[in-house]
């Protein structure tokens, strides 16, 4: 079982409650599972939220649109998302970010079809960086989410899901995606209000309702409109994308 994992919560300490921010009349979670629901080779579309009850809203959602809701710890995302992975079967889990709505379904289905057909540990494109922030992908076995679960100890791994392959790379079997060009001074995420203030100008310029526009679309709207560009150069980025 393949499943699209995606982590997502109310509690953002940078952007509360972004979850739910207006993109085009239409909340971010529900872009970015549309934007997943054209992937070939995902079986299932997971969110991950937390027990709190501050992410009953997010249960709520997902059930009124018929998406697979797991809950687990708050704190600890690695064990949420090693506890989703047994609650629901899967032998490979895409790790998505809820606060992408621009994911490339095209990145993922290569990132798959990579660890399937040469029986890989994780495949991912952000080591190192040259897509966008915001197409990152990151694909991993159960078995290797497990082995990470049982050898993560400090707080960071338990934060960050993957870290821990990213920090000792020798001990798995691994591919990085690299892109023909460096792109990855480009931000499309949503971290902070600029963030958001620049997915909202992109939507509004790009979005269809019932279409899908792609990663091309929005280099060509940058190439025309550089000054769209400037909405968040400044906000704090991961430190993956620190140059």
Do not use: K
């Given at each position: 079982m393949i499943a699209a994992v995606v982590q997502i919560r109310m509690g953002s300490t940078r952007l509360p409650k972004k979850a739910f921010l207006d993109l085009c009349g239409q909340p971010l979670i529900y872009h970015v599972i549309s934007r997943l629901k054209y992937c070939n080779s995902i079986d299932k579309i997971i969110v991950a939220t937390t027990n709190s009850p501050s992410d009953d809203d997010i249960q709520a959602w997902c059930d009124a649109n018929d998406i697979i809701c797991f809950r687990g710890d708050e704190e600890n995302v690695l064990k949420r998302f090693y506890d989703c992975a047994i609650a629901n079967c899967l032998d490979i889990i895409v790790r998505i970010t809820g606060d992408d709505p621009f994911k490339d379904f095209r990145l993922i289905d290569r990132a798959v079809d990579c660890i399937i057909a040469?029986?890989?540990d994780f495949v991912c494109n952000n080591s190192p960086v040259t897509y966008p922030e915001g197409l990152d992908v990151e694909v991993?076995?159960?078995n290797a989410l497990k082995k990470i679960y049982q050898?993560?100890?400090t707080s960071d791994h338990r934060e960050h899901v993957t870290l821990y392959v990213h920090e000792n790379i020798s001990a798995f079997?691994?591919?990085n995606l690299s892109n023909g060009k460096d792109m990855s001074y480009h931000r499309w995420t949503i971290d902070y209000a600029e963030d958001y203030h620049?997915?909202?100008v992109?939507?509004?310029e790009l979005y269809t309702d019932g279409e899908l526009f792609q990663a091309e679309d929005?280099?060509?709207l940058l190439s025309e409109n550089q000054t769209l560009q400037l909405i968040n150069k400044n906000v704090n980025r991961s430190t993956l994308y620190e140059k």
């Open positions: 040469s029986n890989l991993i076995t159960f050898n993560a100890l079997n691994t591919l620049f997915a909202r992109v939507y509004e929005i280099y060509n």
